[in-house]
């Protein structure tokens, strides 16, 4: 398998902002839906952000929107987690993950549930937010 690489994370306080990274190898990253998601300790995991690489067409969770932006770089194929206004709810364990193959997303409902055939998972980075 072809694990996407991630960088960033931390630790920072309510309203603070990060930077999520994930670089992804080209062959998957090509017009693939390429997804962030996170799991907090005795929660579920969820799809936060997700992004359709050929088109550029992006998904959120609803309680992200406005807070979080996901982006590409297609020179680098590189996608981006820029999440502002963090709450101390935001805290978790992110992972960005691509399908097996090429694959639109389609929908938010699709897009952000990781049931969906996600194969290419990055190592995961914590993002703690304190009160």
């Known amino acids: 398998q072809v694990h996407p690489v991630q960088s960033g994370g931390g630790s920072v306080q309510a309203g603070g902002s990060l930077r999520l990274s994930c670089a992804v190898d080209?062959?998957?990253?090509?017009?693939?839906?390429v997804t962030w998601f996170r799991q907090a300790p005795g929660k579920e995991r969820e799809g936060v952000a997700a992004i359709f690489t050929g088109t550029g067409t992006t998904y959120y969770a609803d309680s992200v929107k406005g807070r979080f932006l996901i982006s590409q770089d297609n020179t680098t194929t590189t996608v981006y987690l820029q999440m502002d206004m963090l709450r101390p709810e935001d805290t978790g364990m992110y992972y960005c993950a691509a399908a097996a193959t090429g694959w639109t997303c389609l929908e938010a409902g699709y897009a952000l549930d990781d049931k969906r055939g996600y194969t290419h998972w990055g190592q995961g980075v914590q993002v703690t937010v304190s009160s």
């Open positions: 080209p062959i998957v990253y090509d017009r693939n839906c």
